[in-house]
T-cell receptor, first 115, second 116 residues
Framework: NAGVMQNPRHLVRRRGQEARLRCSPMKGHSHVYWYRQLPEEGLKFMVYLQKENIIDESGMPKERFSAEFPKEGPSILRIQQVVRGDSAAYFC?????????????FGPGTRLTVT | AQTVTQSQPEMSVQEAETVTLSCTYD???????LFWYKQPPSRQMILVIRQEAYKQQNATENRFSVNFQKAAKSFSLKISDSQLGDTAMYFC?????????????FGKGTKLTVNP
């Protein structure tokens, strides 16, 4: 029973490049959430997706950031033209619909470093 | 706006002793969920315990228990018989459900060190 999978675990990009972070939810989970953790901080919500739908993107910067969760395949968080301030750990979480426990299970995170 | 406050940036405890981590939150909702997550040096976020606001009984998971005071908006975590493997960052989180959305609001965390 695999947990939430994220890849890559570490990603280094130069300023101006694009970063693509992938997340495969737990089996049976169709809700995906992305959070960002800056150094010495708690996690901050970015976006909540269900299959083929963005439910809430209120925590996502308006420019350069986008997320998708296609019918087939993993969820993707895409950051275009990265800047040094994008350096952070990005966590994906998933949950199972119908269970009113609101438990979210997290992946190991992707640590993005922008040089 | 919903906020979560953890007033203890760092704490330490001797192995086998008991420690309590504090958390307060602010919300106008009546029904909600609260969580404690553990983040060890591996940085993996691990769910420790969950509490539903409509339940008066405090949640317990083995050595972990909470003291949920709804009127005071307080949600502390007690770790009994502390073990070296409990060394980690601990985050208190509030589940915000509005307009069909679900998202966790986290505190800034408490760094717990268990000393041998």
């Amino acid at each position: 029973n695999a947990g939430v999978m994220q890849n890559p675990r570490h990603l280094v990009r130069r300023r101006g490049q694009e970063a693509r972070l992938r997340c495969s939810p737990m089996k049976g989970h169709s809700h995906v959430y992305w959070y960002r953790q800056l150094p010495e901080e708690g996690l901050k919500f970015m976006v909540y997706l269900q299959k083929e739908n963005i439910i809430d993107e209120s925590g996502m910067p308006k420019e350069r950031f986008s997320a998708e969760f296609p019918k087939e395949g993993p969820s993707i968080l895409r950051i275009q033209q990265v800047v040094r301030g994008d350096s952070a750990a990005y966590f994906c979480a998933s949950s199972k619909p119908g269970l009113r426990t609101y438990e979210q299970y997290f992946g190991p995170g992707t640590r993005l470093t922008v040089t | 706006a919903q906020t979560v406050t953890q007033s203890q940036p760092e704490m330490s405890v001797q192995e086998a002793e008991t420690v309590t981590l504090s958390c307060t939150y602010d919300t106008s909702e009546n029904n909600y969920y609260l969580f404690w997550y553990k983040q060890p040096p591996s940085r993996q976020m691990i769910l420790v315990i969950r509490q539903e606001a409509y339940k008066q009984q405090n949640a317990t998971e083995n050595r972990f228990s909470v003291n949920f005071q709804k009127a005071a908006k307080s949600f502390s975590l007690k770790i009994s018989d502390s073990q070296l493997g409990d060394t980690a960052m601990y985050f208190c989180a509030f589940m915000l459900t509005q307009g069909g959305s679900e998202k966790l609001v986290f505190g800034k965390g408490t760094k717990l060190t268990v000393n041998p």
